[in-house]
């Protein structure tokens, strides 16, 4: 993939390895250190046309998740090595290895579902945490009915067993990632996505062990997630972090007029609100969403 654009130029590239495998990174700025997280389909390049201008406040990292972009993709069988528990400690090793032991984090989709299960499990290691465009996982799990079922029928196909979601998707990968993109977003097209970023993306996912770690990591989101979310909400835990929660007017997050009131079920101190555009709020709108982050991770 050296052939790729260079979508962040004048950031370092860190090659951080851990007990649990080798993460790719990029970073620049000075301040308060700063991760962003990015979702499913996509890898670090979902956050280009923020980052930059967030590098001028923070020391910013943006990091491939296990599974995805140019990070190890360890073996996994239903789930186990994708857990957003396991996740979250890859983002605190990381982390840790790049001098930042306390920092703030912004993750979108499953980037999100790795911040506040970060939050709930070692909320001493964040600043704040913002999440973009979704609803707990429990939540979401609870509220599937026909309605929900349809919308996100990603969230039951790709967690059925292997091999069937993998070899469906790899028949004609590209295809797929560019149907889930584009039917996500508020207009239902590639619009919003730089060519360059795209390339990434197709790149990246056009790979069997990639394929199969995204497939794990949904398995995980039916089973080792909802479960770590069914058990902190009957221990009475919550997220004590600042939580800033974004969501878009015709995205996934969960309903507008409900996404901030599901939340204060899970936390004890939450704001934000809707941007326009749908799911992909870092590409749909990113001065709208650049703007939100930059107040909140700046307030005192």
Request: aromatic share 14%; net charge neutral.
């Given at each position: 993939m050296s052939d790729l654009a260079d979508l962040f130029p004048g950031f370092e590239t860190h090659w951080v390895d851990t007990?649990?495998?080798?993460?790719?990174?990029?970073?620049?700025?000075?301040?308060?250190?700063?991760?962003?997280?990015?979702?499913?389909?996509?890898?670090?390049?979902?956050?280009?046309?923020?980052?930059?201008?967030?590098?001028?406040?923070?020391?910013?990292?943006?990091?491939d998740l296990r599974?995805?972009?140019?990070s190890s993709a360890p073996p996994s069988a239903k789930g186990e090595a994708y857990s957003k528990r396991k996740m979250a400690r890859d983002a605190v090793a990381v982390m840790g290895k790049l001098g930042a032991i306390r920092f703030n984090l912004a993750g979108h989709d499953r980037g999100a579902r790795v911040a506040y299960r970060l939050?709930?499990?070692?909320?001493?290691?964040?600043?704040?945490?913002?999440?973009?465009?979704i609803v707990p996982t429990a939540a979401r799990w609870a509220a599937m009915d026909a309605k929900e079922a349809i919308g996100a029928y990603h969230w039951t196909f790709l967690a059925q067993p292997?091999?069937?979601?993998e070899t469906l998707i790899g028949s004609n990968a590209v295809?797929?990632?560019d149907h889930t993109l584009a039917s996500w977003t508020a207009d239902k097209s590639l619009k919003a996505f730089d060519p360059c970023a795209l390339a990434h993306y197709r790149a990246a996912f056009n790979e069997p062990t990639r394929i199969h770690a995204a497939c794990e990591d949904y398995r995980a989101g039916a089973s080792l997630d909802r479960a770590d979310d069914e058990a902190d909400r009957a221990a009475g835990r919550r997220i004590t972090t600042p939580l800033l929660v974004l969501w878009g007017g015709r995205g996934l997050g969960g309903g507008a007029a409900s996404t901030l009131d599901?939340?204060?079920q899970w936390a004890t101190d939450v704001e934000g609100g809707e941007l326009k555009g749908g799911h992909f709020l870092p590409e749909e709108a990113p001065q709208e969403?650049?703007?939100?982050?930059?107040?909140?991770f700046s307030a005192r």
């Open positions: 007990d649990e495998g080798r993460f790719f990174v990029r970073a620049k700025g000075d301040g308060p250190p700063l991760l962003l997280l990015h979702g499913y389909p996509q890898t670090h390049v979902e956050w280009h046309k923020i980052a930059p201008a967030l590098s001028g406040r923070f020391r910013v990292f943006v990091m599974g995805y972009g140019w939050a709930l499990d070692a909320p001493e290691r964040l600043l704040k945490v913002a999440a973009l465009d292997e091999p069937l979601p295809f797929y990632l599901i939340w204060r969403t650049l703007a939100a982050l930059a107040d909140f």
